[in-house]
């Protein structure tokens, strides 16, 4: 990330530790328990909670290591015609950790096209959107997943991801990736999922202007108990 900016704003950023090119590396780990209840024709609830949740950061060479969890909190779900959605959400007390937690479970906030009799080379796309209304940053995901190969009950699918900013964003962003996708359609639902995204995104306020380049890794695995 580099920052430019005037001499007092620069020197501002040293003050706080900060560099004008900065190096930063933010990796967070969770682990969540989920138990479904009795599925029916029209829907299929679950409860779920996040038993550890692990960060690693690196700004700078300055290194954090954190570890939490939140198991006494359960959240709440449900697949309704389909469409997976968040029905409880976290209520702690806390508007500081409710944040946090919500923010977490994306993977059953994904809306799928209804796709039938697919073939080897068939594909489909999909969108994704990320934004944070305190930060006045918003982009989204165009992903294309194409069947490469189907065993058992599973198929795999490549992914190819292109990454553009809302027009009404203040951080200007764009990118590019690839991912996979291991989908069980068996039981429907998404058994792994990893992406790779380069991104680079550019603030340019009346004083100074940011400029980033990132990469980021997602990775997503369901393991099932009985």
């Known amino acids: 990330m580099k920052i430019t900016g005037t001499p007092k704003e620069i020197e501002g950023l040293k003050k706080v530790g900060y560099n004008s090119n900065r190096k930063l590396k933010y990796l967070m780990t969770f682990t969540s328990n989920y ?109 294309k997943y194409t069947l490469t190969k189907i065993e058992g009950a599973l198929a795999y699918f490549s992914i190819e991801i292109i990454v553009k900013s809302d027009a009404n964003s203040h951080i200007k962003s764009s990118g590019k990736g690839k991912g996979e996708m291991i989908y069980n359609f068996k039981e429907k639902f998404i058994q792994f999922e990893k992406m790779t995204t380069t991104l680079d995104s550019e603030q340019d306020n009346k004083t100074f202007k940011i400029a980033a380049h990132n990469t980021i890794i997602s990775s997503y695995e369901l393991k099932i108990q009985k």
């Open 35 to 143: 138990e479904t209840g009795k599925r029916t024709e029209e829907s299929f609830p679950f409860s779920f909670y996040y038993a550890n949740i692990a960060l690693d950061i690196d700004s700078d060479g300055k290194k954090q290591q954190k570890e939490t969890g939140f198991p006494s909190v359960i959240l709440k779900g449900n697949i309704i015609a389909g469409k997976p959605r968040l029905t409880q959400p976290a209520n702690t007390g806390s508007s500081e950790h409710d944040k946090f937690i919500n923010a977490l479970p994306k993977y059953f906030e994904i809306d799928f096209p209804k796709v039938s009799g697919m073939k080897i080379g068939d594909s489909f796309i999909t969108k994704r959107i990320t934004e944070n209304k305190s930060s006045e940053f918003s982009f989204f995901g165009d992903l």
